[in-house]
Structure formats: structure tokens, C-alpha cells
């Protein structure tokens, strides 16, 4: 074997060494990209049920000022809380409250449905890119290996690079 075909199987072997490099760094950052999705989804499902508790916790105050209103406005004519049309009244307010707070509990659980889902796509995206990364990676060492068969005409090119001996280079 000559020096230039040494020479060439080395350019072939540091290109190997780069590109597993590459792929490795390729699937480090893959894999920070990820960890950071992760808790930028943990905090925005955090943000979400904040603001559904933060709701309900208005709501709940609404109807505590609403029934404290009808009872001092009953007291103040004089009848009795809790009995007849002031019962019916404070019954309306609660039935209001109960379904205001269903609806937001749906919400809630429409929210974080569609919150899981973009990041299960995201995961889904990362393992994606990472085979293709993978699949490039295998498909440039296959070229490499299969290269290697051809290494009179790369040592040819080598020795125009001036590497080899003055008869190759010539050649």
C-alpha cells in the first residue's frame, strides 16, 4: 500500500471521527432542547391550573358577596334566610356557581389536554430528528467502508494533493 492510500484511509478515518462527533453533539443538543421543553411544559401546566384555581378562587368570592348581599337585603325586609323565595334565590346563586365552575374545570381539562398533546408531538419530533440524525451517521460510515474499495482512484486524488510519491501524483 502506498503512502498515498495511507493517507487517503486517514482523510477517510478523521471524517468518520467528525461525523461521529457531530452526531454525538447533534443528539446533545437534541437531548437539552428537550429537557427545556420539559419544564417550560411543566410551567406552563403549573400557569394553567394557577389560573383555573385563581378563577374558581373569584368565583367563590363573587358568591360569597352575592349571598351576603341577598341575606342583608332579606334581613333588611324583614324575612326569614334560608326559607321560601330567599332560598330559592340563594339556590339560583349556588346553581350558577356549580356550573360556571364545571364549565371551567373542562376548560381546565381542555387546556392541558392540548398542552399534552404539542408536547407529545414535540417528543415525537426530537426521536424523529435523533433516527434521522442516527440514520445520516450510518448511511456516511456505509459510504466510507464502501469508499475504501475504491481506493486506487482516491489515492489518485491524494496524490494530486501532493501527498504520496511523484510517480502517483503524476499519474
Known amino acids: 500500500m502506498s503512502s498515498s492510500e495511507y493517507a487517503m484511509m486517514a482523510f477517510q478515518a478523521s471524517g468518520a471521527v467528525i461525523n461521529y462527533y457531530q452526531n454525538v453533539e447533534s443528539k446533545r443538543m437534541i437531548e437539552i432542547g428537550r429537557r427545556l421543553e420539559q419544564s417550560a411544559f411543566e410551567t406552563n401546566l403549573e400557569a394553567i391550573r394557577l389560573q383555573a384555581a385563581e378563577g374558581s378562587l373569584e368565583s367563590m368570592q363573587k358568591l360569597r358577596q352575592t349571598i ?3 341575606i342583608a337585603v332579606q334581613a333588611a325586609r324583614g324575612t326569614r334566610t334560608g326559607v321560601g323565595s330567599s332560598l330559592a334565590v340563594q339556590q339560583a346563586s349556588f346553581q350558577g356557581f356549580s356550573e360556571d365552575e364545571r364549565i371551567r374545570k373542562l376548560n381546565l381539562l381542555m387546556k392541558e389536554t392540548s398542552l399534552r398533546s404539542g408536547h407529545t408531538m ?10 434521522e440524525i442516527n440514520k445520516q451517521f450510518f448511511n456516511e ?6 469508499n475504501r474499495g475504491n481506493i486506487e482512484g482516491a489515492s489518485k486524488m491524494a496524490g494530486s494533493f501532493g501527498f504520496g510519491t511523484a510517480a502517483t501524483a503524476g499519474a
Do not use: N, R
Request: a positive charge; glycine letters at 6%.
Open 141 to 146: 460510515m456505509f459510504q466510507t467502508v464502501s
Open 122 to 131: 414535540s417528543e415525537l419530533s426530537a426521536i424523529q430528528k435523533k433516527s
Open 68 to 70: 351576603g348581599s341577598q
